[in-house]
T-cell receptor, first 112, second 112 residues
């Protein structure tokens, strides 16, 4: 079962604009993580937010977490053409399950 | 260099054949994962292992088998029972439950 569902599925913006991607999940979590995947490559970890955190920043990335709504958002500010990639959220379910479940992803295209 | 290595990068399988995908890590990570990714889709969990000599089924384990005889290695066998094996396979490792995952570069398997 897919724990995370992302929205939108695809996003196209101009360089310099902000990009926002959303992730919803179904069960209680220990933490939520965001990853990036360039076409045909492995995933790269971007940021991890714990269930007791509401917001986290890393460079041009801002992640929020609303556990009451079981949702998270990833904001990329001042986007660059090099940000073009697919972005996935992943949830570590509550309890020591060891399972890391990924969503469907959002494909971001940043036009120069 | 520390990292996680998948081989081969491309693999072709005839129908009815078993094939084994290699995943090796020198990060001293306890947990390892196998995911399947279909075109334009998210990652689906096949198998995961939190410790040597122990592994659990993920969401789509049917037609696949794994072993975890060494901490560094988590090979995945795609058996003839897997009816639609053509996909991109990704291996990942984490130092523990809920931690950041490190991914290999993937193996693209095609049935010919």
């Amino acid at each position: 079962s897919q724990q995370g569902e992302e929205d939108p599925q695809a996003l196209s913006i101009q360089e310099g604009e902000n990009a926002t991607m959303n992730c919803s999940y179904k069960t209680s979590i220990n933490n939520l993580q965001w990853y990036r995947q360039n076409s045909g490559r492995g995933l790269v970890h971007l940021i991890l937010i714990r269930s007791n955190e509401r917001e986290k920043h890393s460079g041009r990335l801002r992640v929020t977490l609303d556990t009451s709504k079981k949702s998270s958002s990833l904001l990329i500010t001042a986007s660059r053409a090099a940000d073009t990639a697919s972005y996935f959220c992943a949830t570590d379910a509550w309890g020591n399950t060891g399972k890391l479940i990924f969503g469907q992803g959002t494909t971001l295209q940043v036009k120069p | 260099d520390g990292g996680i290595t998948q081989s081969p990068k491309y693999l072709f399988r005839k129908e009815g054949q078993n094939v084994t995908l290699s995943c090796e890590q020198n990060l001293n990570h306890d947990a390892m994962y196998w995911y399947r990714q279909d075109p334009g889709q998210g990652l689906r969990l096949i198998y995961y292992s939190q410790i040597v000599n122990d592994f659990q089924k993920g969401d789509i384990a049917e037609g696949y088998s794994v072993s975890r005889e060494k901490k560094e290695s988590f090979p995945l066998t795609v058996t003839s029972a897997q009816k639609n094996p053509t996909a991109f396979y990704l291996c990942a490792s984490t130092p523990g439950v809920g931690a950041e995952a490190f991914f290999g570069q993937g193996t693209r398997l095609t049935v010919v």
